[in-house]
């Protein structure tokens, strides 16, 4: 059965660094990985979707890198902003699967 | 609207109660998803939608759950004899076509059982 990791839990930098968020997953053979940020009290906000068949995806400050093989993802965060404060979810899409399996997700701190 | 909607935004119920949750997708997703998130985990898959029929309902947790789609666009999550550990919130996901397609959700509805 999938299982999804995240960590850390929670991470609290200084504005202005950069960050790494960490994701693994048990079985490798998936679909696709995907980022989400929730902010508190609201949805889920689609960041990067990575096919199986790429290695990494990029938008604006934030990178994105998949190692299928050792089942583990990445979500680089460059120049950090208060803005950024959230949890960060990452969700794995399996084959002949239509469901996402989740990560508990890290609750990122970016402090003025 | 462009994006997915959910109504209520709250409802709070007492046990016991029968509560519907609707969702409306982005307009021309054949796919729809219904998640239940609890404090401090990520989401749980209860059912998928393929237009209008149910293709995958294996996360619904017992028969007090069951989800319809009649017409191919807006879902209606319906709970009956609610109880306290129902409470949650409850997302709701569309994408354009189903498997792998990148899913883009609501803002959810929580729902309190008193």
């Known amino acids: 059965k999938q299982e999804v990791t995240q960590i850390p839990a929670a991470l609290s930098v200084p504005e202005g660094e950069n960050l790494v968020l960490n994701c693994s997953f048990t079985?490798?053979?998936?679909?696709?990985l995907q980022w989400f940020r929730q902010d508190p009290g609201k949805g889920l906000t689609s960041l990067l979707l990575i096919q199986s068949s790429q290695r990494e995806q990029t938008s604006g400050r934030l990178n994105a890198s998949l190692d299928k093989s050792s089942g583990r993802s990445t979500l680089y965060i460059a120049a950090s902003q208060p803005g950024d404060s959230a949890t960060y979810l990452c969700?794995?899409?399996?084959?002949?699967?239509?469901?996402?399996?989740w990560g508990a997700g890290t609750k990122l701190i970016i402090k003025p | 609207g462009a994006g997915v909607s959910q109504t209520p935004s709250n409802k709070v119920t007492e046990k016991g109660k029968y509560v519907e949750l609707r969702c409306d997708p982005i307009s021309g997703h054949t796919a729809l998803y219904w998640y239940r998130q609890s404090l401090g985990q990520g989401p749980e898959f209860l059912i998928y939608?393929?237009?209008?029929?149910?293709?995958?309902d294996s996360g619904l947790p017992n028969d007090r759950f069951f989800a319809v789609r009649p017409e191919g666009s807006v879902s209606t999550l319906k709970i009956q004899r609610t109880e306290r550990g129902d409470s949650a919130v409850y997302l709701c996901?569309?994408?354009?076509?189903?498997?792998?397609?990148?899913?883009?959700f609501g803002p959810g509805t929580r729902l309190t059982v008193l």
């Open positions: 969700a794995v899409n399996e084959y002949s699967n239509y469901q996402l399996i």
């Open positions: 079985d490798s053979a998936i679909y696709n």
């Open positions: 939608f393929q237009g209008t029929g149910a293709a995958d």
């Open positions: 996901a569309s994408s354009l076509m189903g498997l792998g397609t990148e899913q883009f």
